[in-house]
């Protein structure tokens, strides 16, 4: 059997991703220009130039993330695709294209705050880390497999398609395509 399950990047999803990344710009801005204004309300932080570092580094964590969804927003790959092959991930920033079945050991949920996503535990962690297209990429990785073992991952927030949906969908194409070759 060779199906060909392929996943749409959300335009949606992103668009409204990289809207909460300009507002966090902004509001990192606003922090940075007037820490005075929140030294009462902010951790108990008393110290502006604190306040005012931590709106820098805001502006550019989100500035970063704002990028890279004007990007995905003109990605036309297709977000995941799921055959014989195994999971071709396109669908956020540590992204490594082809993902065999074979190299696969498990799929594991995870949920940090509101997020969930899916930790594909592999044999070989190198193997996928050496695919990296840059060291941004790279230390997405690093950090990653340093978090939570693997360097894998993989959630729905930019995908036209149910969190929960998707789990079912890859952990049955998994038992259906590990060791079929």
Known sequence: ?????????????????LLGSIAFVVGGIWISTNPERFIPNIFRITDPEIIRIGGIVGILFFSATGIYGIKK????????????????DNSNASSIGLIEWNDISEIRTKQVM?????????????????????????????ANMNM??????????????????????????????????
């Open 148 to 181: 939570y073992e693997t360097p894998l991952s993989i959630t729905s927030n930019t995908l036209k398609y149910d969190f929960g949906e998707l789990e079912k969908l890859i952990q049955t194409e998994f038992k259906r395509n590990k060791n079929a070759r």
């Open 73 to 88: 927003l003109f990605d036309k790959k297709i977000g995941l695709i799921i055959d014989s092959d195994g999971i071709t």
């Open 114 to 142: 509101s997020t969930k996503f899916l930790l594909i535990d592999i044999v070989n962690p190198e193997k996928y880390i050496g695919k990296a297209k840059n060291g941004l990429q790279t230390k997405l990785m690093k």
């Open 1 to 17: 059997m060779n199906s060909r399950i392929e996943i749409p990047l959300s335009k949606n999803k992103i668009a409204l991703l």
